[in-house]
């Protein structure tokens, strides 16, 4: 039977029905429409439904909407500026061509935050030990790395 739950998105908060076994992941993608929140493997395997949960980087494929409450959840669509501008890391996955077929994208980036604001300046080891858990099939992470220490990383030796 579907309850009546708020979560705080964003920012906002939303109050939606849901029944209690429904993933965040579904949730945000089919009850309040913020598709950037990817559905990959639905089984805490390749980081593409990656948010962040009062900062900390959450897989929501695994994470029950019902146990969401009370928490500030922040998904790819919240990291915008209120202007619309970009947020830096997003503008580094484009400026390091760290973007193909963008489907891990949202995921990443989100890790990415949640990895930046832990460690302001972390190395290139601290970077792909912080992705374990994140999948690409397309750039070979290289890229990716070098995006996410342009936002603040120690430079690769």
Not at 9 to 20: S, T
Not at 97 to 102: D, I, L, N, S
């Amino acid at each position: 039977m579907k309850r009546l739950i708020t979560l705080r998105i964003n920012g906002i908060d939303e109050e939606i029905y849901a029944e209690p076994w429904w993933p965040l992941s579904r949730v945000l993608r089919d009850e309040l429409n913020l598709i950037g929140t990817k559905e990959g493997c639905e089984a805490g395997h390749c980081g593409a439904c990656t948010v962040l949960i009062d900062g900390k980087a959450v897989m929501s494929c695994l994470y029950l909407a019902i146990k969401a409450r009370g928490k500030d959840i922040a998904t790819i669509e919240g990291l915008q500026g209120n202007d619309g501008a970009l947020h830096p890391i997003q503008k580094a996955f484009i400026e390091h061509f760290a973007v193909q077929c963008g489907y891990c994208t949202p995921g990443m980036i989100m890790t990415a935050k949640a990895l930046l604001d832990e460690n302001p300046n972390p190395t290139e080891q601290e970077v792909r030990e912080g992705l374990n858990g994140n999948v690409c099939r397309c750039t070979g992470y290289t890229k990716i790395v070098d995006a996410i220490l342009s936002c603040g990383g120690k430079p690769k030796n």
